[in-house]
């Protein structure tokens, strides 16, 4: 008698990764990829392209933001990387170009990158479209599937290390295991700074002079002044020239002034003529008249 056929452990299809790591989700719109992200992986770990969308320009449908939007998701998944965090990019990821972006900085990293094909047929997917809150409508989801098709054919010559294919059967028979292995920061390329340094802008009184501030584990540099000039120095005092002292034998030149002394005063006669000869005379003798 044949045994009873139990549930089949065989066909469920687990799935090891490694955090860090990069995983992409590769799949037409509306072929289940957020539903699947939001099930099995963290709300922190997923890194969305119309979330990005929807924080550059407030509208996650607008697609006029395209290269803002994933510059955003870009710059998330690399700082997560710096932080042995896994990244889940939940995008289309339809072009070559998309792809090889993330694994390159995979390469730089030295961590995996992983990618999940949905193949999920273009009916279902419509169908899934339209019972939507947000709908991209039947022309963009078959435009989207016929890349699908050729993405399939092209992806396993890229380099991905892992690449899981999931049907439709298969969304809800996924195990994930995650591994948490630490890799080593890499060395930083030419032009870039190691992780948790920041550069800052010169100064205003620093533009033009060739400078920059020094940069000390991540915080700004304090706040600096432009040299005050030293004054000059001071000139050394010459003292003002007294005047000369009067001799008591030496006779004043000029006029003799008489003292400041209260009460009248008798005149001063001044000297005779006759008395700056060679012989002089007397004090008070009369001079005598030459004949």
């Known amino acids: 008698m044949a045994q009873e056929q139990t549930p089949n452990q065989s066909q469920e299809k ?11 989700l590769c799949g037409p719109a509306a072929c289940g990829k957020s539903t699947f992200a939001q099930r099995h992986f963290r709300p922190t770990q997923i890194i969305s392209s119309d979330w990005a969308r929807a924080r550059v320009c407030d509208d996650e449908r607008d697609q006029r933001f395209q290269t803002q939007a994933f510059a955003l998701v870009h710059y998330l998944t690399e700082l997560r990387l710096g932080l042995n965090r896994l990244c889940v990019v939940d995008s289309t ?79 809800d028979k996924v195990q994930i295991e995650i591994i948490f292995r630490p890799i080593p920061q ?64 030496a006779p004043p030149a000029g006029p003799i002034q008489a003292p400041n002394v209260a009460g009248p005063l008798a005149p001063v006669e001044p000297p005779s003529s006759s008395s700056q000869g060679t012989g002089g005379t007397t004090p008070g003798a009369k001079a005598t008249p030459e004949p």
């Not at 687990?14 to 992409?24: A, F, H, K, Q």
């Open 93 to 171: 990821a339809l072009t070559t170009s998309h792809r090889r972006e993330y694994l390159e900085l995979a390469k730089r990293f030295q961590v995996p990158c992983v990618v999940f094909l949905f193949d999920v047929s273009l009916e279902k997917c419509v169908e899934r479209d339209r019972t939507r809150e947000r709908t991209v409508g039947s022309p963009v989801i078959e435009r989207q599937h016929l890349a699908f098709g050729q993405t399939k054919t092209e992806i396993r010559q890229e380099g991905f290390d892992q690449i899981i294919e999931l049907g439709e059967e298969d969304m």
């Open 186 to 249: 890499p060395a930083a390329p030419p032009g870039r700074h190691p992780q948790g340094e920041a550069r800052h802008a010169p100064r205003p009184w620093q533009q033009g002079t060739g400078r920059e501030p020094a940069v000390h584990g991540g915080k700004p540099p304090a706040r600096t002044h432009p040299p005050v000039p030293s004054a000059p120095p001071a000139k050394p005092e010459v003292p003002a020239p007294s005047p000369p002292s009067k001799s008591p034998s």
């Open 14 to 24: 687990r799935v090891r990764l490694v955090r860090p790591s990069i995983v992409l």
